[in-house]
């Protein structure tokens, strides 16, 4: 049975935390987690979506260099920093509550020489920050019980695409229970990547994962992961195959075309 052990809120969202056994989650005012964390495990991923989101990490060849931008209950921080220990790790997170939450009951670790946090708005991190060199990038962003307004802005997407190197994957997290907002989202990622991106919806959820990419999409780094997703899997404890198989078969036609079909 859930404990609650944290209600509070910020200047948008209300803000949960309870505890289960071992499991600690986090809810921004949604029956639904925005972030579980096994206390025992933390590198352990428990939210499916997050899962899926790991897959823009093999399509580089040495990914050691990490954007991500909404901090949550420090779950994909966890991961990175435990399978890329020798990382370098920028978060950016709006919610001073949130970041002290993570550090207070999400046991982010305090390491100033290899995480870089920066509290602000996401899109005024990509319009003051210099183009960067980072090799992977998660965006996953709340607003008040739906996805947040700069999802639906093509100039946010163009700004993290700019953080990437030529080799780069922006992985994005994205709410498909509203087709017109889900739409509305996807035209933005298609505007500011040229078209450049592959989607995936996470099995039995609700959540899709688009990767974008600064420019072409990089069909042979694909199809060197999708060989090695065995290997990842044993690696990772994570379902590699399925998540390559998903990508395969669901970008053989243009994105757009599919969903306007659907319409």
């Known amino acids: 049975m859930e404990q609650v052990i944290f209600n509070g809120k910020t200047a948008e969202h209300p803000v949960l935390i309870t505890d289960e056994d071992s499991l600690r989650s986090l809810r921004f005012g949604t029956e639904e987690r925005q972030s579980c964390l096994d206390l025992d495990a933390p590198h352990i991923l428990q939210l499916a979506y997050t ?66 946090l920066c509290h602000q708005d996401a899109l005024h991190f990509g319009r003051n920050e210099p183009p960067g060199d980072y090799h992977t990038a998660f965006l996953d962003i709340y607003g008040a019980g739906a996805m947040a307004p700069a999802l639906f802005d093509p100039l946010f997407y163009r700004l993290l695409l700019e953080q990437l190197e030529g080799q780069g994957t922006l992985a994005i997290n994205l709410w498909s229970g509203n ?3 889900f739409q509305q989202a996807l035209e933005a990622i298609h505007e500011a990547s040229d ?52 990508l395969r078969r669901t970008n053989r036609i243009p994105i757009l075309s599919t969903l306007f079909a659907h319409a």
Request: aromatic share 10%; glycine share 6%.
């Open 51 to 116: 899962q899926w989101m790991t897959t823009a990490l093999f399509l580089h060849p040495q990914p050691s260099r990490f954007l991500v931008v909404g901090l949550g209950g420090a779950a994909l921080p966890h991961f990175l920093l435990h399978h890329f220990p020798a990382c370098e790790l920028t978060i950016v997170e709006k919610q001073r509550l949130v970041i002290d939450l993570a550090h207070g009951y999400f046991r982010l670790p305090l390491k100033p020489e290899q995480i870089r």
């Open 179 to 181: 087709r017109r907002l």
């Open 195 to 246: 078209g450049q991106m592959l989607s995936m919806q996470v099995k039995k959820r609700s959540n899709a994962i688009v990767l974008a990419f600064p420019g072409q999409i990089p069909h042979k780094a694909i199809k060197r992961a999708r060989k090695q997703s065995t290997g990842l899997q044993q690696a990772y404890g994570i379902d590699y195959p399925l998540f390559f198989k998903r």
